[in-house]
């Protein structure tokens, strides 16, 4: 999903492989933790959850692809603790617990120094989260021709950034953010762990599981298109289209052009809102100026990139990348 400041007509908000290092000592993942104090808890949890092990353990000894699997931290497991009034991360239930883990094993290897010199294109990472539920899309043209070692590109993905959430450059070099769903970050600490399955570097959080389109919508307090939604019945049909992009209005959008949520016939809002979506994963990361895509009315957008900021028509991207 992609967020803009207005319609397509003024203003949006968009809802949206290198050569692995040989691996000298092949340890388990428990093992090879035991050398990195600050990822003692996440070790603990293997020790304590051998479903969990199983899990990680299946991607070492059964593949000859390399992985990259993001540890949590003991930051971020105090993190949980405090948002979550106490409650432990080994208390999440067990198959939401797998979802998420599943989330944090990237389907590539991905050592320091291709991180931190790869373009943006490069940044989209695929992951092993290949479950309906949390994935009701491919790959997508973009992210295929990015592909250059024929590894997994359809399970959902994490979007890289060097760059902080304000928008400078971070002071540590060895950090980046790692965007997940519902547009949450957290920071990922560059280790060039070993491990059997490949490397794995430290986050400081859980990534965040997606949500389906219309609950990704209204986490980002679109008050007006959950209401277009609504009035059009397009909600249902959004939640279960396979392989699109929402390019959703802000609330400021839709007041100025008149409130067509709350006044708009249903059927001109069906036609507005079918407009504002694209027939396939679009990631800003990919984008050229100039470039077009097909919405589900089966019209066309088009990009413009300037000094000013991203477009589309007319609307200006003013959130990018939501998952």
């Known amino acids: 999903m992609i967020i803009i400041r207005g319609l397509l007509w003024q203003h949006i908000l968009f809802l949206p492989l290198i050569l692995f290092p040989a691996i000298s000592h092949a340890e388990s993942l428990a093992e090879a933790l035991s050398g990195y104090p600050a990822l003692s808890q996440f070790r603990s949890l293997l020790q304590t959850k051998p479903n969990i092990a199983r899990l990680l353990t ?48 990237l389907s590539r290897g991905l050592p320091t120094a291709q991180l931190l010199t790869a373009p943006p294109g490069h940044l989209v990472i695929p992951t092993e989260l290949m479950e309906e539920k949390y994935n009701n899309r491919s790959a997508g043209p973009a992210l295929e021709l990015k592909n250059e070692t024929g590894d997994n590109d359809d399970g959902q993905v994490v979007i890289m950034s060097l760059q902080s959430a304000a928008g400078t450059r971070k002071r540590q070099q060895e950090e980046l953010d790692v965007l997940s769903g ?38 980002q307090d679109l008050t007006s298109l959950t209401r277009a939604l609504k009035r059009a019945s397009l909600g249902p049909v959004l939640d279960t289209l396979r392989n699109v992009t929402c390019i959703g209005p802000t609330d400021d959008a839709f007041e100025q052009a008149g409130s067509p949520d709350e006044k708009a016939d249903p059927r001109d809002l069906t036609k507005a809102l079918t407009f504002h979506t694209l027939t396939e994963p679009v990631y800003t ?39």
């Open 182 to 219: 519902l547009h949450r970050t957290v920071k990922m600490t560059l280790l060039d762990g070993e491990w059997d399955g490949g490397l794995f570097h430290m986050v400081d959080g859980l990534l965040t599981l997606p949500k389906v389109c219309t609950e990704t919508i209204e986490s």
């Open 58 to 105: 299946g991607y070492s000894a059964t593949y000859s692809q390399q992985f990259t699997f993001l540890v949590p931290g003991d930051d971020a497991f105090a993190a949980y603790r405090t948002a979550n009034g106490g409650s432990e991360i080994a208390d999440i239930p067990t198959s939401e617990l797998e979802a998420i883990l599943r989330y944090h094993i």
């Open 285 to 323: 990361n990919f984008l050229a100026d100039g470039q077009t895509f097909t919405t589900v009315s089966n019209e066309t957008i088009q990009v413009t990139i300037n000094a000013t900021g991203i477009f589309f028509n007319d609307a200006k991207l003013i959130k990018q990348n939501v998952l």
